[in-house]
């Protein structure tokens, strides 16, 4: 194991880092908080403004996959849809197999530069967790309970505010409406049968109501359905705790434009449209599996320096006040007092190896 490999599975590193993402974020969204005023008076500006807040802490995420991990993010693509990343509004449809799925989907917006002005159909209970459902309140992501009686309102009424957003977006969904499992899958193939589908290997059944209520809304100020097919080579099973020990993994999207006038607008026609998609993608992923690679040419976009910049300049501004701390310490303490601290931090250190 190298030096910085070592240095980066390191306890008192990942404190470092998860102490700089804590307390910027909460003074982040104490910042969004003071927006509050500014929307009856100025709507636009203070989604701007909410928009590079956001960025500010969704970017420390993407930091840790880009920069401390060094994870490779290879983007299949044509060249000529390629070109309108990041230029238009977009619905994004990804499949839902890795817990850091987000995390490279963030990634990519990041590279094309709508990280800050990125939306997705999340579940309601995501919206408590702290700093990132806090931020993504005043970015109005659209949230649902998964129960159609009530989410049929809500999220139409949601997606409908997007329709005038300042900033291009891409809108991501999750159809199949949670993560793959082995029992999932099993369950969802046995609705596949009643219903007289095809079955999916790779894929669950996917939802279609979110889609079709998507595309109904958004019709007019979206241009496009990304559909995203992700996968990770030599069947890496990545982490968010194999991204903060360091850990390279090597993530492949394979990203097909498709225009939105081409989704039939009738609800059940966009339906049958989402279930064939929904078996496009599954044979992309057999190709994967029997080729190691997606079709179509490899058009990888590089990563950027201001998630690093971002971060290195909140750790400066809240790590100068902890150096202090300690430099007073170990200027004005007994030896009694720096000889626990050193303890303290060297056990603190091994037990998180
Ligand atoms: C160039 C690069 C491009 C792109 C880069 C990629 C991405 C970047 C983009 C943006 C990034 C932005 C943000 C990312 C950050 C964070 C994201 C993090 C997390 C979010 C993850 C989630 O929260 S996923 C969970 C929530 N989301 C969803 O559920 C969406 C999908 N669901 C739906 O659409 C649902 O329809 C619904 C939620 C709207 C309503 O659900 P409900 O259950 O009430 O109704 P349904 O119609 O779905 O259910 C009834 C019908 O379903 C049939 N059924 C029953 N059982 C099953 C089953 N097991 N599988 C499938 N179907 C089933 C049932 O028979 C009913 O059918 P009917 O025919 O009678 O309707
Ligand atoms: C840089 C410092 C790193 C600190 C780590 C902070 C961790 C913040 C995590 C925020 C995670 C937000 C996205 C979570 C995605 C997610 O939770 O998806 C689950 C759903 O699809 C399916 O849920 P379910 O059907 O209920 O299993």
Redesign the pocket.
């Known amino acids: 194991m190298g030096l910085l490999q070592l240095l980066k599975s390191q306890f008192l590193c990942h404190l470092v880092?998860?102490y700089?993402?804590?307390v910027s974020g909460l003074i982040i969204n104490l910042l969004q908080i003071c927006t509050l005023p500014l929307w009856p008076i100025n709507k636009q500006l203070a989604r701007r403004i909410n928009c590079r807040l956001g960025y500010s802490i969704a970017s420390?995420?993407v930091?840790?996959l880009e920069w401390?991990s060094g994870t490779e993010c290879t983007l299949y693509t044509e060249p000529e849809s390629y070109r309108l990343y990041g230029k238009e509004n977009a619905i994004v449809v990804l499949n839902?197999n890795f817990?850091i799925?987000?995390?490279c989907g963030w990634t990519f917006c990041e590279r094309f530069g709508v990280l800050g002005s990125s939306k997705v159909l999340?579940?309601k209970?995501?919206a408590y967790?702290p700093?990132?459902?806090w931020m993504w309140y005043f970015l109005e992501i659209v949230f649902c309970k998964?129960k159609w009686e009530e989410d049929r309102r809500t999220v139409a009424q949601s997606l409908q505010n997007l329709r005038d957003y300042p900033e291009n977006y891409w809108f991501l969904l999750?159809c199949e409406?949670?993560?793959f499992t082995e029992k999932k899958h099993q369950i969802s193939m046995q609705v596949a049968e009643s219903k007289g589908l095809p079955k999916l290997k790779y894929h669950l059944l996917p939802r279609t109501k979110g889609f079709s209520i998507t595309a109904q809304n958004l019709r007019g100020a979206v241009t496009a359905v990304y559909d995203c097919t992700l996968n990770f080579r030599n069947n890496e099973t990545p982490t968010?705790l194999g991204?903060?020990n360091g850990k390279k993994y090597h993530a492949d999207l394979y990203v097909r434009r498709i225009p939105l006038e081409s989704v039939p607008e009738d609800e059940a026609e966009c339906g049958a449209w989402l279930h064939r998609l929904y078996q496009e993608k599954d044979q992309f992923q057999v190709q994967y599996y029997q080729t190691g690679r997606f079709p179509g040419p490899i058009v990888s976009p590089p990563r950027r320096p201001w998630t690093l910049l971002n971060?290195l300049f909140w750790a400066c501004l809240l790590l100068y006040p902890l150096v202090g701390l300690l430099a007073q310490l170990v200027s004005t303490g007994s030896s009694t007092t720096i000889i626990s601290t050193v303890a303290l931090c060297v056990a603190g250190s091994r037990s998180g190896t």
């Open positions: 880092i998860c700089v993402f804590l420390q995420m930091f840790l401390w839902h817990e799925d987000f995390l999340a579940k209970e995501l967790v700093l990132i459902g998964r999750h409406g949670t993560r968010l991204l903060l971060w």
